[in-house]
């Protein structure tokens, strides 16, 4: 319940707390922020003088612990973590040494690990971002600005997630910006500053537009039930199918320029090799990766009329016709063996478990620390930057898992693609050109394989070919 107390008006400006544009009659509700007239907080900073110590101690802490993690992954990374291949390895097709220069193993050593570093350093910046927006008293001041425009919730969620959307982005780009300068400083990309930024500002207002509706909804069901969180699911499912089906023909689109592929002796042996695995398609499309990327790829994507076969073109012009066959051979699999359709009902069971989690870590991190944060129940929107703070923490603690699930997927599709070409050469082959073009190492440290590798490693993927026997077709598990 609000009590009425009596408060000195302040210029704008000279308090970082106080902000009043009129004077009304003020109040003071039980968390410590402050409302005005009908109930419009104008406080910027979250909480009373004792939660605001504590959110002090807990950014203090915050910045003290990420200084120490980014330490700690930097000495794992650049002096703890072992190089090269294990010595019972060495001297065989899985050995860099044998396919690689000295200056290549030495710029795949530094180019791996600054990129590792990289990304583990920019989780905890996502984490940091959400954080300080609640603790800071941002989530509240955007609250607040967004309802001074407009009674209409609508309008309030387009300018609260696109003021979030923008804070997240401008902090986040350092990061992206020196790992996209790295990737040009060792040659693995090719992309000119202004065409890497087309495609930030695509991918930024794609995901404002994915993020706004998800928002909305999300919101709007808060305000009506307990269990937002289960019809959430619900209305995930057919949005989820949705995007997978359009991806290959509306959205892939937008980064880059498809064409089909007008090699004919080619497109016949990869049609040909699609007609045994009993896939629907009809054409073979090139991507132009090339005015990106100097490394190697290619995929099959889509669901039902959308479904595709694409090649980067860096594909076409660095690999022989038998390693190209192999690489499609393998994409093949993961059709035949439903991983498309698998990893999406994955990620629906991930979104319901996710949401569950999300629900009750919501209500109680609010019900504990709302009144410090300003927040006042689940349903208002500031508090969102916890609840995505609350997604991107279960996100990583999940990675291992969804990881280790699509390095299985992986080796089947591996496994497939031997069984339906039986070229030893030409897979073994793929990697030793891939390796040296993408800097890619054959046996990176455990950490990283086990927060970021959703393929096997290299060496395990040329050690299963090695291994690999052809009187055991459809295993595809080779023997010692």
Not at 173 to 191: L, T
Not at 199 to 208: H, Q
Not at 367 to 380: E, K, N, P, T, Y
Not at 425 to 441: M, Q, V
Request: a neutral charge.
């Amino acid at each position: 319940m609000d009590v009425p107390t009596t408060y000195k008006l302040r210029k704008r400006g000279t308090d970082r707390g106080t902000v009043f544009r009129r004077a009304m009659p003020i109040y003071k509700n039980r968390c410590g922020a402050m409302r005005v007239g009908s109930g419009k907080e104008v406080l910027l900073c979250p909480g009373n003088k004792d939660g605001g110590n504590t959110l002090k101690k807990a950014a203090f802490g915050f910045v003290v612990c990420y200084v120490l993690y980014g330490l700690v992954m930097g000495w794992y990374l650049f002096e703890a973590a072992p190089m090269g291949v294990p010595q019972q390895y060495r001297g065989t097709a899985a050995d860099p040494e044998l396919f690689m220069t000295s200056q290549q193993l030495e710029l795949t050593h530094e180019y791996s690990r600054i990129q590792d570093w990289l990304y583990f350093l920019s989780v905890p910046v996502e984490w940091g971002i959400y954080f300080f927006i609640l603790i800071l008293g941002l989530s509240m001041w955007m609250r607040n600005r967004s309802h001074e425009v407009t009674r209409f919730r609508f309008v309030h969620t387009v300018i609260f997630v696109l003021l979030l959307s923008l804070v997240s982005w401008i902090v986040s780009f350092p990061i992206s910006w020196v790992s996209h300068r790295m990737a040009i400083e060792y040659g693995i990309s090719v992309q000119s500053f202004t065409a890497w930024m087309h495609d930030n500002v695509i991918s930024f207002w794609i995901n404002w537009i994915i993020s706004l509706g998800t928002v909305w909804v999300i919101y709007a069901l808060m305000r009506r039930t307990k269990r937002w969180w289960l019809y959430a699911w619900l209305i995930s499912i057919p949005f989820t199918l949705f995007l997978v089906y359009i991806q290959p023909v509306v959205i892939d689109p937008l980064y880059n320029d498809f064409h089909r592929l007008q090699d004919k002796e080619l497109k016949g042996k990869i049609l040909n090799l699609a007609d045994k695995a009993n896939i629907p398609a009809h054409d073979v499309y090139v991507v132009n990766k090339s005015e990106e990327t100097n490394a190697l790829n290619a995929y099959v994507n889509g669901i039902g009329s959308n479904l595709r076969i694409v090649l980067w073109d860096t594909t076409l012009q660095k690999l022989d016709d038998d390693e190209i066959l192999f690489v499609m051979a393998h994409e093949m699999g993961h059709y035949v063996k439903d991983h498309l359709i698998k990893s999406v009902l994955g990620s629906i069971a991930a979104t319901f478990v996710g949401l569950f989690l999300a629900s009750r870590l919501l209500k109680w991190i609010i019900g504990r620390w709302g009144r410090f944060l300003g927040i006042h129940s689940i349903s208002d929107l500031s508090s969102l930057p916890l609840l995505l703070l609350i997604f991107s923490v279960l996100t990583f603690a999940a990675s291992p898992i969804s990881n280790a699930i699509s390095r299985n997927a992986e080796h089947a599709a591996d496994a497939y693609a031997m069984d339906m070409t039986e070229d030893r050469k030409a897979a073994i082959g793929f990697f030793h050109k891939a390796a040296p073009i993408s800097l890619s190492e054959m046996n990176p440290p455990a950490l990283v394989k086990f927060f970021t590798y959703g393929h096997p490693t290299d060496l395990e993927r040329v050690l299963f070919f090695l291994r690999y026997e052809d009187d055991d077709p459809g295993v595809g598990v080779g023997k010692e």
